[in-house]
């Protein structure tokens, strides 16, 4: 009989600590740089990039895009029309909500601000993680894994 082992905390949420961790580097990078020189551009570029990847990452553990190989699949089903739909949805609403959350904040900041720019690309970021979610639905590319088949 073969032993399973119990897998550990950082096992089970290792991609999610490193995305997290990069993504605070870059963050103190960026404290202490000029954002109008080239580093200070990177690091809050890297911001934005990073944040995407760290919504990526987890939101995809817990949310549901119907159609979408970028979400998860759920674990059951719902009897409620509308719990379904949220369900189905869970992935969109999510990233619709908070994108209207930063863009509400990009709205009230300086744009040449030392965040300003920083917050605009997250924007940015969050229209193309959605863009992705939607566009996976229906489209394929030929030998992706992350395409329908």
Sequence with gaps: MRRTKKKSFLRHHALSIAAI???????????????????GSFFGNAIADWTGVVVTVIATKYFYEIGSAESRQPTRQFGDRLQRILRNHSLSIFLVITGIGWVILYGKMDTEGKW??????????????????WLTKKLIEDKSKESRR
């Excluded at 300003?116 to 979610?133: A, D, F, K, Y």
């Design 21 to 39: 961790s990069i993504l605070l580097l870059w963050i103190i990078l960026y404290l202490h740089s000029d954002p109008g020189g080239h580093w």
């Design 116 to 133: 300003g720019q920083v917050v605009g690309n997250i924007v940015s970021e969050w229209g193309q993680l959605l863009g992705l979610v």
